[in-house]
């Protein structure tokens, strides 16, 4: 079920988020997955901005590959993760129905299943417009839609999403709109739900 933020978050209809995915594939990526999501979220009225306080962020983005690791108010959390999958992990910690801090994993080294030209199968790295869904993908995650029942029936916010074999990703599910991503369309059915959590 979805999960409101604490209301002196939802006041400032700001999420503040650290960027802690460090220097190497990623590094590109937050500053842009962010900017997706203010694009995708506008009618929701939230944005989303970079802080440099771990501490004090609302959402901390990291990378994942193996067991992941975080802690909050004296609690330490682990959980197993796959460092090559299309799809990161976000756990949302709420107290008394509010979220109060939100962890994003993305996944460290992810990875795609291309052909070569006598049809051999090779594993490579995802391109970087797969990994911005990847992103933009956890931060609708980590803005109060937070489980698995609240992926959407198609584009961004469905899950899980093949590779296309073009550098892009779609929803695999038959009778669904088939068109790659990026780019990252509107979908009012899903920025309506969040709206209705702010
Ligand atoms: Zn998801």
């Known amino acids: 079920m979805a999960t409101p933020w604490i209301t002196n978050v939802r006041n400032t209809k700001t999420l503040t988020v650290y960027n802690g995915v460090g220097g190497g594939h990623w590094a590109n990526i937050f500053g842009i997955a962010l900017s997706e999501f203010n694009t995708f979220a506008k009618p929701v009225g939230i944005k989303a901005v970079k802080t440099g306080d771990e501490d004090a962020a609302n959402i901390v983005m990291r990378l994942g590959d193996g067991v992941v690791k975080y802690e909050y108010d004296k609690t330490k959390y682990e959980r197993n993760f796959s460092g090559t999958a ?49 992103a933009v993908h956890e931060l609708i995650h980590a803005s109060c839609l937070d489980e698995m029942s609240d992926h959407g029936g198609d584009g961004i916010f469905y899950y899980p999403m093949a590779y296309n074999q073009m550098g892009k990703v779609y929803v ?27």
């Open 86 to 134: 299309l799809h990161g992990l976000t756990r949302a910690l709420s107290r008394d129905g509010v979220i109060e801090k939100a962890f994003i994993f993305l996944p460290a080294r992810p990875q795609v299943t291309v052909f070569d030209n006598k049809g051999n199968a090779h594993d490579v790295m995802a391109s970087q417009g797969v990994m911005k869904v990847i």
């Open 172 to 198: 695999p599910e038959i009778n669904k709109n088939q068109t790659p991503l990026p780019p990252i369309r509107p979908d009012s059915s899903i920025t309506g739900k969040m709206a209705a959590l702010w």
